[in-house]
């Protein structure tokens, strides 16, 4: 587009996004521009379009970006204009207090340290529902693609298939372990399949929706519940005795609470779902506190590493995101694809956008 203008998804208030005209990014020293070629929608960018998680008006929302690189700021080595790049939607520095003392998706970068702070793309910084996006920390983000993986291969690593598969990591899953997940949501699903990657025995999914039950069965789970049949948490108890790790994913007191009383003595809660609200711990789902539990929270890891682990995944054919990306649009009709997305319409599990 002329005159360093771009296109992109501006959120300007709650229910209120507009695909517009905007300044294109040029790049700095330490970042890098690239052109979107490819980018979704996550179930976070809903929260923030129903106002549940805020941020301020005015800016391009999404965090999942698959790219060329159009431009490259000074400092940053190895990379040259046209290469094909993935970057995570978590961009941490690699050098802050909360990078060094390894928790990268907490990093503190330019934004204090803070809960989330890694976590900058359409929440603190402009984000890659546009034309062009500016990477920021750009040497420690820019993970190249290899020639045989399409962009369609890669777009999902980039948030769900990274937080699912860390859901199941951030548990220690064990060889032989049993793992509930409760909802098969796009990161459930992609939890499902880290738990069966991490070598549990049984994998049991949970969800209300038929269409998605089948995808995760799909997506490695053994046995599928859906909570408008059966009393899962009886079911799951029935099956198992109690699991070894039971995975929120989807965020709210019900899933959290079955989550809990589904566990062993021992058992690990390993929570990734964003919360509104309050959230309740009843003494008798959590054997009052002396169950030994363990309860972990999990923000999506990024950085190129991890993107370049995700990509050989799919690579050797371990794991496979293609059959959960449903439906495609153009950034122009990024708004149609928010309604579908959002209202679940036509079987949608994940939406291409292609800038
Ligand atoms: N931790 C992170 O870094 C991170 C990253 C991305 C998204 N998220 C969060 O993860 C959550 C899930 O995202 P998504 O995109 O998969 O969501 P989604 O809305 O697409 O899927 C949610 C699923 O939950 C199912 N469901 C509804 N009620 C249920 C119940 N009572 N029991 C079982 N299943 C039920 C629905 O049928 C649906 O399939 C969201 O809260 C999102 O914000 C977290
Ligand atoms: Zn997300
Ligand atoms: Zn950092």
């Not at 980039?158 to 899953?173: K, P, Q, Y």
């Amino acid at each position: 587009m002329a005159n360093g203008m771009m296109k992109a998804n501006v959120f300007h208030g709650v229910n209120d996004i507009r695909v517009e005209e905007v300044d294109r990014p040029r790049a700095t020293v330490g970042t890098a521009v690239i052109r979107v070629t490819l980018t979704t929608i996550c179930g976070t960018d809903l929260h923030i379009l129903r106002g549940e998680y805020p941020v301020k008006p005015g800016l391009i929302i999404g965090h999942e970006p698959v790219g060329v690189i159009e431009e490259l700021g000074d400092g940053i080595t190895g990379y040259t204009v046209g290469d094909r790049v993935l970057v995570g939607a978590i961009t941490p520095c690699g050098q802050c207090l909360g990078c060094l003392s390894g928790h990268l998706s907490q990093c503190g970068s330019g934004q204090g340290y803070k809960a989330a702070g890694g976590w900058q793309f359409g929440n603190t910084i402009h984000g890659a529902q546009a034309e062009y996006l500016l990477v920021p920390n750009a040497q420690a983000n820019l993970a190249k693609i290899p020639d045989d993986l399409t962009d369609e291969q890669v777009v999902l690593l980039a948030d769900i298939a990274s937080t699912g598969f860390s859901g199941a990591e951030s548990a220690g899953v064990r060889i032989g372990d049993c793992v509930v997940v409760f909802a098969q949501g796009p990161i459930g699903l992609c939890a499902t399949a880290g738990a069966k990657l991490m070598g549990a025995s049984l994998v049991i999914g949970v969800d209300a929706d038929a269409k998605r039950l089948e995808m995760s069965s799909r997506m490695g789970a053994d046995v599928t519940l859906n909570i408008r049949e059966v009393d899962v948490v009886h079911e799951v108890m029935r099956l198992t005795g109690g699991v070894d790790v039971a995975i929120e994913a989807l965020g709210t007191q019900e899933t959290f609470e079955s989550c809990l009383r589904c566990l062993r003595p021992g058992g690990t809660l390993s929570s990734l779902g964003v919360y509104s609200g309050k959230l309740q711990l009843p003494y008798d789902a959590f054997a009052a506190g002396l169950g030994d539990h363990r309860i972990v929270t999990t923000l999506c890891p990024g950085g190129k590493e991890r993107m370049r682990r995700l990509m050989n995944m799919v690579r050797s054919r371990r794991f496979d995101p293609t059959p959960l990306l449903t439906h495609w649009f153009p950034l122009d009709d990024t708004v149609a694809a928010y309604k579908l997305f959002a209202e679940r319409q036509d079987g949608v599990l994940k939406v291409a956008i292609r800038p």
